[in-house]
Antibody
């Protein structure tokens, strides 16, 4: 059974940092693209970062809204994806979902339950 | 960046109705278009990929069509479980979601 489980969310002040983790199981980690998608309260979905594993070239991409502040990485040996979030802003407040991307051009077929990040003074 | 729009933003319908949601891309995305369903407090669920391919386990009353810049999601014979918000997603270049269409009970 495919499982993704996020952790690391919480309440932080603007300017602070947070690292989210996504532990996965039930699939060959290196065969998929891992993505973080967020959803601000009452709002829509935004893909903030994705990482293509070595199978797909090992590259990363970021939304313009987080470029230079967020870093996505993986520990493929453990099946874990990370999202390092620096210089957090109030507008980064959202539920952050870890998703599995299927194919080089990815649809997200499995999602974690999400972790809430609240940025507030 | 590719922008996605959806119409309508809200749709009121009754059980048994056939409803259609439209998604438009700011430039051609070929058939790289997916649809997701999200219920309140729940995780989004993949319904359709590559414009018209039904994800495994998704009821056949859901169908998708379109290519280029205009796409549609059709739900035939709406069921109580179908009242939710629907998002389109382009994935030809990075990934962008539409703003969502809420299907509510009339």
């Amino acid at each position: 059974e495919v499982q993704l489980a996020e952790s690391g969310g919480g309440l932080v002040q603007p300017g602070q940092s947070l690292r989210l983790s996504c532990m996965t199981s039930g699939f060959t980690f290196g065969a998929y693209i891992m993505t973080w998608v967020r959803q601000a309260p009452g709002k829509g979905l935004e893909c903030v970062a994705l990482i293509r594993t070595d199978t797909y070239g090992g590259t990363t991409q970021y939304a313009a809204s987080v470029q230079g502040r967020f870093t996505i990485s993986v520990d493929a040996s453990k099946g874990i994806a990370y999202l390092q979030m620096n210089s957090l802003k109030t507008e980064d407040t959202a539920v952050y979902y870890c998703t599995r991307g299927r194919g080089l051009q990815s649809v997200y077929d499995y999602w974690g339950q999400g972790t809430l990040v609240t940025v507030s003074s | 960046d590719i922008q996605m729009t959806q119409s309508p933003s809200t749709l009121s319908a009754s059980v048994g109705d056939t409803v259609t949601i439209t998604c438009r891309a700011s430039q051609s995305i070929s058939s790289w278009l997916a649809w997701y369903q999200q219920k309140p407090g729940k995780v989004p669920k993949l319904l359709i990929y590559k414009s018209s391919n039904l994800e495994s386990g998704v009821p056949s009353r859901f169908s998708g069509s379109g290519s280029g810049t205009e796409f549609t999601l059709t739900i035939s014979s709406l069921q109580p479980d179908d009242f939710a918000t629907y998002y389109c997603q382009q994935y030809v270049s990075y990934s962008t979601f539409g703003p969502g269409t809420k299907v509510e009970i009339k």
